[in-house]
């Protein structure tokens, strides 16, 4: 089992940098991929980042890209992001979530354990 517990959320300005992070429990954290998801009140959640295992390979939204950053830290059990150029549509409640497959994803339904959520609220 694994347990996952998201932090760092807040309210920010736009254009503002917010980081977030995801401690893990479970000595398996470091051969599991990684994600990152979120949901805005009356919408669905939706993915925006994703890492594998050994962090080589990432993946992202297009609407996040260059923007957000998704890394890994095995030796803390940790899995963070870091969000610049905020905009008040990355509002939303961010998830973290893990599978017990290495490699990225960007489906939710493909993800075995998810965190309570950090909720972020960026205003104009």
């Known amino acids: 089992q694994v347990q996952l517990v998201e932090s760092g959320g807040g309210l920010v300005q736009a254009g503002d940098s917010l980081r977030l992070s995801c401690a893990a429990s479970?000595?398996?954290?470091?051969?599991?991929?990684m994600g990152w998801f979120r949901q805005a009140p009356g919408k669905e959640r939706e993915f925006v980042a994703t890492?594998?295992?050994?962090?080589?390979?990432?993946d992202y939204k297009d609407s996040v890209k260059g923007r957000f950053t998704i890394s890994r830290d095995n030796a803390k059990n940790t899995l963070y992001l870091l969000m610049s150029s905020l905009k008040p549509e990355d509002t939303a409640m961010y998830y973290c979530?893990?599978?017990?497959?290495?490699?990225?994803?960007?489906?939710?339904?493909?993800?075995?354990?998810w965190g309570q959520g950090t909720q972020v609220t960026v205003s104009s």
């Open positions: 890492i594998n295992w050994i962090g080589s390979s990432t």
């Open positions: 479970g000595r398996t954290f470091s051969s599991f991929a």
């Open positions: 979530a893990a599978r017990r497959v290495s490699r990225t994803e960007t489906v939710a339904n493909a993800y075995d354990y």
